[in-house]
């Protein structure tokens, strides 16, 4: 489809893009990268590469930027076989040495160490087990008259809800509504929150009786969980201090994404695919995450599939690195499991 000089000028500006999260110019490509051939030339064939649809070029810059074909190109025909390095495979080993100890942190632990690794959100599914317990509820300021509520428990799952909020309700007013809830609920599964101690709750925050029983009713969704299988998310945060996501409606879009439980497992079903699996922007059928790509792969326990692994980010993500984590995650999560079988 493209020649070897189309190949390495697309690879280039690919990477460079990647890192720096700027369009890419003629003349970066040609200082930057030994191709050995003129500005002039590798612009000429930008141009190529953009009327065949594998750039972009936004309307504020003269330089060029990946589009999702170019991305789709990148990781099937373009990327090495890279194999993890010894760091994150020490870093792996031993973040499970330190922090698992029993069978549902080993799923917490794996969404947080793969979204501190790739500074991308991850999701794990993995079997269900009895309800979960509260750690802590926080208000993260979303527009002027809304707030997302972030729910988390032990096990690592995160309810994430937009609230009204009402009028005259200060960021203070917030700050003091979260530590009255982490303070009465911290350590409690939904069968100890009882019907007086949600009274006495709305009692110590009277001014926002609404705002704190809309709260409460998302934490008892997010300690309520009824399902075969449970979703753990890490590096939500991170995900969004991108430069792709300042903006609000392609924020709002991910975060309806990740609230939606059902969504998530649909996301997350294997099907018949067994190995490391990419879907880059509009290969996502869900439109809150065409912006996004995800990278995913199954894992196994006694040979049979029990949950995914996956990773969530922009489509400039970091491809080559994230491949290589999935792919040593994906057996590596399976010996680790056993352990916790014995």
């Not at 000028?9 to 369009?23: F, K, N, S």
């Not at 937009?162 to 203070?172: A, D, M, Q």
Request: net charge negative; aromatic share 6%; glycine share 6%.
């Amino acid at each position: 489809m493209l020649d070897e000089r189309k190949r390495k000028i697309l690879q280039a500006i690919i990477e460079d893009y990647i890192y720096t999260a700027e369009p890419v110019g003629s003349r970066t490509i040609a200082r930057k990268y030994e191709l050995g051939i003129s500005p002039a030339t590798i612009r000429n064939e930008m141009a190529d590469l953009e009327f065949s649809g594998f750039l972009e070029q936004p309307h504020t810059s003269a330089g060029r930027i990946p589009s999702a074909k170019g991305y789709r190109f990148y990781v099937d025909c373009l990327l090495s076989p890279h194999h993890i390095s010894e760091n994150d495979v020490t870093m792996i080993n031993s973040w499970f040495q330190s922090k698992a100890r029993r069978l549902e942190e080993v799923f917490q632990e794996t969404a947080k160490v793969l979204s501190r690794m790739t500074r991308n959100i991850s999701l794990v599914s993995a079997p269900q087990s009895a309800n979960s317990i509260f750690k802590y509820l926080q208000f993260l300021p979303f527009d002027s008259h809304r707030v997302v509520v972030v729910v988390v428990t032990d096990s690592g799952l995160i309810e994430n809800k937009l609230l009204e909020i009402p009028e005259g309700t200060s960021l203070v007013d917030l700050q003091r509504i979260a530590e009255v809830l982490n303070n009465s609920l911290s350590g409690l599964s939904f069968d100890k929150i009882h019907t007086p101690l949600l009274a006495e709750i709305k009692q110590l925050v009277v001014p926002d009786p609404i705002l704190v029983g809309n709260a409460l009713e998302i934490v008892r969704q997010a300690l309520t969980t009824d399902k075969n299988k449970k979703v753990y998310l890490g590096g939500t945060t991170q995900l969004l201090s991108q430069p792709e996501f300042r903006d609000v409606e392609k924020v709002k879009g991910l975060l309806t994404v990740l609230e939606e439980e059902k969504v998530l497992h649909d996301i997350l079903d294997p099907g018949s695919n067994d190995g490391v699996l990419v879907t880059i922007g509009g290969e996502n059928k869900y439109s809150g995450i065409q912006d996004c790509s995800m990278v995913q792969a199954t894992y196994r326990a006694d040979g049979q599939v029990i949950g995914t692994i996956a990773i969530l980010g922009p489509t400039r993500m970091e491809y080559a690195r994230i491949m290589s984590v999935l792919d040593f995650m994906h057996g590596h999560l399976g010996e680790i499991l056993k352990k916790y079988q014995t």
